[in-house]
């Protein structure tokens, strides 16, 4: 049991790691309008989230270029993503695919 609690504050330090070695991709963006904020609504995925899993694979602290690919699909299909709050608190999204205006994505984000 020792172990076990041991292994929780170890994981919420994880969760709250800054700067590399400890990278994040973070959310820099919710677009108004959007698919995410049509499927689940507003203010449920937020600015600075930490993206930490997408449709089950583990992509914390790897670099966005090497899953981004896992993002992108067929509008209309689920996009299952595993954020983490300012907070370290998980939550899991079911995101269904759909176009984004590219010419309201921040590009400074």
């Known amino acids: 049991q020792h ?4 292994r929780k504050r170890w994981h919420r330090r994880r969760l709250q790691a ?7 991709v973070r959310v820099a963006q919710v677009i108004p309008g959007g698919p995410a904020v049509q499927t ?7 600015v ?5 899993e997408v449709n089950g694979t583990n992509v914390m602290q790897q670099e966005l270029k090497n899953w981004q690919h896992l993002l992108r699909g067929k509008e209309g299909t ?3 993503l ?9 939550y899991t999204c079911n995101i269904l ?6 010419s309201v994505v921040d590009q400074n984000s």
């Open 40 to 46: 689940v609504g507003e203010g449920v995925i937020r």
């Open 97 to 102: 695919r759909g176009f984004v205006d590219q």
């Open 18 to 24: 800054g700067p590399p070695p400890y990278s994040w």
């Open 3 to 6: 172990w076990g609690q041991a």
């Open 48 to 52: 600075n989230d930490r993206v930490m």
């Open 78 to 80: 689920s996009c299952i």
């Open 82 to 90: 595993t954020l983490a709050d300012v907070n370290a608190e998980q």
